[in-house]
């Protein structure tokens, strides 16, 4: 049995003087004190991470567990396991039972990274341990008990879009976002850039020495990476291994540019864009959805936010037909039993109600969609959900 001082981590390092960093630290404290429910929002890379063990090293629970899981790095099925646990033979590879995360964190803390990758079933499984503190793993008859968990979330969707889309659950929304703190990027608090190379070269190559120059490059670079660009800069640096003062030569290519780059939208703003470009190649037939959607979520190139924003413009335009989706993606009708399996199987699925004709929440998605001539028994279709 681990010892209280097995559990307790240390404090990670929060490396900013900005008044914006101060200020968030200053929440995050505060945060820390209580036993709310914390989200974290920001983009990636800007240590959204490092801002949860921080907040449980400050809290009354910092000496028991702190436990992580990216609910973007497993299938739904897997997920429900890692975080409820399992019981022997629930399925194949279930040799014995094993304890879910959440049961692990009991006493402590339970973060979930890129919540927003959750699948609306899995939301609704969050939502009722949230209510109940009960867990109940996969293959069980019924709770095995009550755990003790504080959750803090992350994400760098906008989960008010996602909510308004009808592709998160507004009340699970309101359970996690109790105190919300936003990590600004990088390139909106400059003050921190040197401190945060500083602190990186100290920890990975004391030895490294840069220019004025040097500096001046890198304190001028946009850093879309964030913090997780900075690390990876500096061990560029000291990959580098010579004795002599690093100039801007020296540098990586896309840091060593004097005057900020030109950034294209980021996060959900730049994605949501390209995903448009990706549904309107399909409709009008100059891309193909096995091809560009399927191979490319099995390949890990878009997410499951990604494919479910795809089929809401196709139901769009569909009227909420999943039937007639086919039309829209230009795939024969014997690929329909496929396309169902594609997308209950990987969570990707969207509630096709809303876009019926007459329910009156048709979502913004749908606003620059091609129309398609139906015939009057089209819209009969339904689609499953």
Not at 65 to 93: D, I, M, Q, R
Not at 208 to 220: D, H, I
Request: aromatic share 6%; with cysteine; charged share 25%.
């Amino acid at each position: 049995m681990k010892t209280e001082a097995a559990h307790k981590i240390a404090a990670p390092d929060v490396i900013g003087r900005s008044r914006a960093m101060r200020q968030l630290l200053e929440t995050a404290t505060r945060a820390a004190a209580r036993q709310n429910k914390v989200l974290i929002t920001g983009e990636s890379g800007v240590g959204k991470d490092v801002l949860a063990r921080y907040i449980h090293a400050h809290s009354p629970r910092a000496a028991h567990p702190f436990v992580a899981v990216n609910c973007a790095g497993l299938a739904e099925t897997l997920l429900e396991s890692e975080l409820f646990g399992h019981v022997k033979g629930s399925f194949t590879g279930a040799y014995r039972d094993k304890r879910g995360k959440l049961e692990l964190a009991d006493g402590g803390t339970i973060f979930l990274d890129e919540v927003g990758e959750m699948t609306p079933r899995m939301q609704a499984l969050l939502l009722r341990f949230l209510e109940n503190g009960e867990v109940q793993p996969v293959g069980a008859d019924a709770a095995s008990r009550r755990v003790n968990a504080r959750v803090v979330a992350a994400t760098n969707r906008d989960l008010d879009r996602m909510t308004a889309a009808g592709t998160f659950r507004e009340d699970l929304l309101y359970r996690i976002r109790v105190v919300h703190l936003h990590v600004p990027p990088l390139r909106e608090r400059i003050e921190d850039i040197r401190p945060l190379l500083e602190h990186f070269l100290s920890k990975i190559d004391p030895s490294v020495r840069l220019s004025e120059g040097a500096w001046t490059a890198l304190e001028r670079h946009h850093w879309p990476g964030n913090v997780r660009e900075v690390q990876n800069v500096v061990e560029q640096l000291s990959a580098a291994g010579t004795d002599r003062e690093l100039d801007t030569a020296d540098m990586p290519p896309y840091a060593a540019a004097t005057t900020p780059a030109q950034i294209a939208p980021r996060g959900g703003d730049r994605r949501r864009t390209d995903m448009d470009a990706l549904f309107d190649s399909i409709a009008n037939g100059s891309g193909d959805f096995w091809h560009d959607v399927y191979d490319a979520f099995i390949d890990r190139e878009i997410t499951r936010h990604d494919v479910r924003h795809v089929i809401m413009r196709g139901l769009a335009v569909a009227d909420g037909s999943y039937r007639e989706l086919l039309q829209i993606f230009r795939l024969p009708a014997g690929d329909y039993k496929r396309l169902l399996n594609f997308l209950v199987r990987h969570g990707c699925t969207v509630d096709f109600r809303p876009y019926r004709p007459g329910q009156g929440t048709r979502r913004d998605v749908a606003t620059d969609a091609p129309r398609r001539s139906r015939s009057s028994g089209a819209g009969a279709h339904t689609g499953s959900s």
